[in-house]
């Protein structure tokens, strides 16, 4: 496509694969097979120049795991735009810290869950 895991950057997603922060690794390994409110997500996706960490395309869900380079000079304001761009889609983005993953990925989890059912009409 276009826009949405163009063909043109599968070499940078799978580079990006091959080289998976352990936090990402974490949470896929909780994701992995598993459906979240009957919905998968996948790791390594890409919107435009954007590659998203976790991305469900049917609940147009976006889920970021944010390690040290986010917290650098201009991160903030450089995932604000990033940001920007993907909602532009229609996709709601989740961000959570690679702390949070490490000490709280249950909550992580549920987080994930809760936001899977608000958007299917179904409850917790």
Do not use: M
């Not at 974490?26 to 097979?33: D, H, I, T």
């Not at 979240?36 to 889920?63: H, M, Q, W």
């Amino acid at each position: 496509t276009l826009v949405f895991n163009r063909s043109s950057d599968k070499h940078k997603r799978r580079q990006l694969w091959k080289s998976i922060p352990n936090a990402d690794a974490v949470v896929w390994a909780k994701l992995r097979g598993e459906a979240i409110g009957r919905l998968e997500l996948s790791p390594i996706n890409s919107v435009g120049t954007y590659v998203i960490d976790f991305y469900c395309p049917a609940l147009k869900l976006a889920v970021e795991i944010d390690g040290d380079s986010h917290f650098l000079d201009g991160a903030k304001t450089a995932d604000r735009l990033r940001e920007a761009f993907i909602s532009g889609f229609g996709i709601t983005c989740l961000r959570f810290t690679n702390e949070e993953v490490y000490w709280n990925i249950d909550g992580i989890l549920e987080s994930i869950t809760q936001v899977a059912l608000e958007h299917t009409g179904k409850e917790a």
